[in-house]
Each structure stands twice: as C-alpha cells, then as structure tokens.
Nanobody, 127 residues
Framework: QVQLVESGGGLVQPGGSLRLSCAASGFSLDDYAIGWFRQAPGKGREGVSCISNSDSSTYYRNFVKGRFTIPRDNAKNTVYLQMNKLKPEDTAVYYC????????????????????WGQGTQVTVSS
C-alpha cells in the first residue's frame, strides 16, 4: 500500500523553526519528485517547495526562499521541510506530495501537482 506520512508539525513562536518529515511506505521516494504544499484556513492550496527525483534540484516559492529548505534522505526514504524564521502567515496544514508527472518543479509547485498525498500536519505560528 502506497502511503506518505508527515510528522513534525506543531505550535511555534514567530521567528522559530520546525522540521517536517515525510516518510514513504510501499514505494521508493527517489523514484518521485516530492513537494510540500500547504493550505491555510479559508485559503486555497499552494505549493511551498519541490525537489526532483533525478538530481535533487529544488524549487522554492518566493514567499519561503531563504527561510525553508527541502533536503531528502533516500536511504531513509524520507524528505524533510526545514522551516526557519517562521511567520504567522506560514500557519497552515502542510502536505507531502509525490508525483511522476513529467513537469518542471516550478509547475509542480505552482499548480500543486501530485499523484500521492499525505494526510497533512498542522503548523501554527503564533505568540
């Protein structure tokens, strides 16, 4: 059974950091491009960051550039989202997504393209 499981969400103060994890079971993550998408209350879904399966090239939306990184550990079949300098507007449910679609990372992130989705993990940034 193909499954993506996110973890690491929680409550953090503005300026703080969190690291989300996305663990895969039933398939190998290094066969897929992986993205982190999010959905804030009352807002639509948006892509945050994506990483390729081939050369581990990455893409970041402008609103997280310089604050978030998306490392992957193929040996652990896990992709992370390291979030630093968190802002209240980063509050959302964060989803890990995998796709084999032949699209650019930018297209994957901007159009929120995914074949498999995790259940999501809540991130709340508040003082």
């Amino acid at each position: 059974q193909v499954q993506l499981v996110e973890s690491g969400g929680g409550l953090v103060q503005p300026g703080g950091s969190l690291r989300l994890s996305c663990a895969a079971s039933g398939f190998s993550l290094d066969d897929y491009a992986i993205g982190w998408f999010r959905q804030a209350p009352g807002k639509g879904r948006e892509g945050v960051s994506c990483i390729s399966n081939s050369d581990s090239s990455t893409y970041y939306r402008n609103f997280v550039k310089g604050r978030f990184t998306i490392p992957r550990d193929n040996a652990k079949n896990t992709v992370y989202l390291q979030m630093n300098k968190l802002k209240p507007e980063d509050t959302a449910v964060y989803y890990c997504v995998a796709t084999k679609a032949i699209v650019t990372l930018e297209a994957m992130c901007v159009m929120t393209i995914g074949d498999y989705w995790g259940q999501g993990t809540q991130v709340t940034v508040s003082s």
